[in-house]
């Protein structure tokens, strides 16, 4: 799965941006992933609800809100019940993860967990039996266009092994400096999902771009996208 990030796109054309991602399905992105920043648990500020509302009337594409946010309890719920196919709240950030899962679900969305590049995965385990996708950050989180960070391969490497032992159910997913010379590690590790910003929305045709990155990870592990 690819889920372009709009964090790289012309935040003055986000519905042509999605357009422009947008294909048959196993063509076009599988997710619009959608960073939403608040200035406080990261130094940057993106946007929030009232966009993502905009979005979800403006695509077809299923969004894949993630939160870098103070106080995810309070405000991630609003997220899954506008419309969001996928919120994931960090870790670092969440007063009580499982409970928050549970609202997320409660509210029709997916639940995602994220975790720094800094954060350990086993102390937080037994929270991820409780949620849909666990977001792996290889670049710390607050601004794209950062480079790849390879020792986050580790977490990934743990969380496959766990999903196809059948300790955990969830998706895969990392996010930061993926690009056409970082994906097919991260494929071979396990991720099942891949979110790409600049590698997307700074090429000439962010469609073909999309396709590329997909094949290139299919390359990797066939038998993990054949289906």
């Known amino acids: 799965m690819i889920a372009p990030s709009i964090l790289s796109a012309d935040f003055a054309r986000l519905a042509d941006e999605a357009d422009a991602v947008t294909g048959d399905p196993g063509v076009g992105a599988d ?25 979800l ?30 919120v994931t709240v960090h870790v670092e950030a969440a007063d009580d993860p499982i409970m928050l899962a549970k609202n997320l679900r409660a509210a029709g969305a997916s639940a995602g967990l994220s975790v720094k590049p800094g954060t350990p995965l086993e102390p937080h385990l037994e929270t991820l039996k409780h949620y849909d996708t666990l977001l792996v950050m290889s670049v710390e989180p607050g601004f794209g266009g950062q480079s790849f960070l390879p020792q986050v391969l580790d977490k990934v490497r743990t969380a496959r092994r766990l999903v196809d032992t059948g300790h955990l159910r969830l998706l895969v997913e990392i996010d ?11 494929a071979e590790a396990g991720v099942d999902c891949f979110v790409a910003g600049s590698a997307v929305y700074g090429a000439d045709d962010p469609l073909r771009a999309v396709q590329a990155l997909r094949a290139r990870a299919a390359g990797v592990a066939p038998h993990r996208w054949s289906g």
């Open 31 to 55: 997710w619009l992933h959608v960073d939403v920043m608040d200035a406080h648990f990261v130094p940057n500020l993106t946007l929030g609800l009232p966009v993502v509302e905009s979005l």
């Open 176 to 186: 930061g400096g993926i690009n056409a010379d970082t994906i097919e590690a991260a």
């Open 57 to 86: 009337r403006a695509t077809t594409i299923p969004l894949d809100c993630h939160l870098m946010i103070d106080d995810p309890d309070r405000w991630a719920p609003g997220y899954a019940e506008a419309g969001a196919h996928n």
